[in-house]
């Protein structure tokens, strides 16, 4: 029955706490039942729902949409950051911090209206293969993650996505990839504007941040787009514990943390993913009542069509 | 048939125009059908789904709060804009700005965490009477607007609200008065941060204006929010207009204003409405193709409960 309900989660602890506390939250008449319009369950995308390396997979669009536009324009990358990308020296583009390349990168280069950039976009997934996992990024979620989210809606719960990654860029692919609509999609943002064509307006997108969606702003993006505390939230790194903490504030709030240890089937890292790193979540975890899921020994498989 | 849809509506050609497109978006083979995904309606609140007079009712609120803390505190309402409110100096605030109230008065009096503020947004609304209509604010919604918020959803389409009120305001009682989740409220923002308590995360509300969401950031905020143009829009005033171009701006899209022509019933009002007026819109309805609603003509009655 249980293995019915999430297929490709082997049956441990993990598993039993996420079905125990679905079963508890839905059951009427219990204390701890919670009614569906507050079953909120927030996800982090990369690294929690497809995989983020050896890079996000914006990140690695950047690289692959800078070296197309330095080609026509070599002024555009003579300097860093720029050439960094362009050079695909990801040496350097590690060393970076994931709000610079949000800054410095990808805020001035993408399309001029959100049409443009969702087109551009769609057109590089539609190419594009994962240099470890030579597959399209399309298939590079988590199959597992697939499974929970369906599992959650069928309990009533509503998935919002709460990611540091772009929200235009998440928009442009992650519905349909998840099932997530538009309008649960929460990411970074750049600041927008209205020109008219005559009456007709049109959304310009700008080169400016709007929101960097990272830690503390997490909470407050939640409370502006959510406006409910969650119940359920999953994040896999450092980046995500205040929305974890946020959830566990409430009352039957539970949260998970993936670690990632699968040097077979991934890639095993946590503290040293500069971009994302994994550390204090680890260390307070036992401590702050937060599931550590081990992608080793929670997951029957990690990618769908993958052998793994 | 169509009278069962809409009751409230009398059979104008208004009413026939939300049936006509709602059939022919739907209707599947069909060059106009909308997958549901796009369906997507756009709502002004204040003076669209509930009245706005005397004024928006987030304003009478504001006139109430501050006459309360005035009594406790003499000193915070010596000096204007506090002390038209205070003394609830109608003229004077009715000549204010929307976005100076919100500036200079909302932002910096509310309560300190969005539950605080919405406590005392709650216990206003249970107690509270209309000066005119002389119900509660929960009844001040108009009744035919129920039933075109029903009629949209049965037909797939996912309905938001997009007002210049306040988001946290309006999350605090507009999901039970018109059945639209929190999440797919959206209204002017203050900015927030997060405070921790030990490891607890505490979100505050700072008197700062994160967006205040009227004409050209009513199309930002769709964008940051819903990601997709709506393909129904219905609004009130000038501050409506780009929202509602934006959704004509779409294969299919419709839009529709309402026009306080009924002194009767309500109030019958347009231009001289300062703090939301309606005048372009009249001026360019036929031209851009924008349906103008009479409130006394396509309405059979006004409020759910009050003799009308």
Known sequence: MSENKLP????????K???????????EGSP????????IAVF?????LWTEQPFQIQIIYCLDRIKELGEKDPELVKSQPLKAFYEQDWKTVSEMTKKDIYEFVVTVLDGKTPDDFKKLVVNWFDKAVHPQFKQSYYKCYYQPQIELLRYLEDNGFKNFIVSGGGIDFMKAVCTNIYGIPDHRIIGSSF?????????????????ELNSFNDKDEKVNNIHLHI???PVFAFGNSDGDLAMIRYTLSKDNGIAFILHHDDDGREVAYDREFKLSPLIEGLEVAVKEG???VSMKNDWKRVFEDFKN
């Open 32 to 39: 701890d039942f919670i009614p569906e319009e507050d079953r």
């Open 17 to 27: 706490s996420i079905t125990d506390f679905v079963d508890k939250i839905t059951k």
């Open 191 to 207: 600041k927008t504007k209205v020109e008219y064509n005559g009456n007709i307006p049109v959304l310009v997108r700008l080169p």
């Open 8 to 15: 490709s989660w082997n049956e441990t602890s993990t598993k």
């Open 227 to 229: 406006g409910k505390k």
């Open 290 to 292: 937060i599931n550590i």
């Open 44 to 48: 982090d995308n990369d690294g929690t």
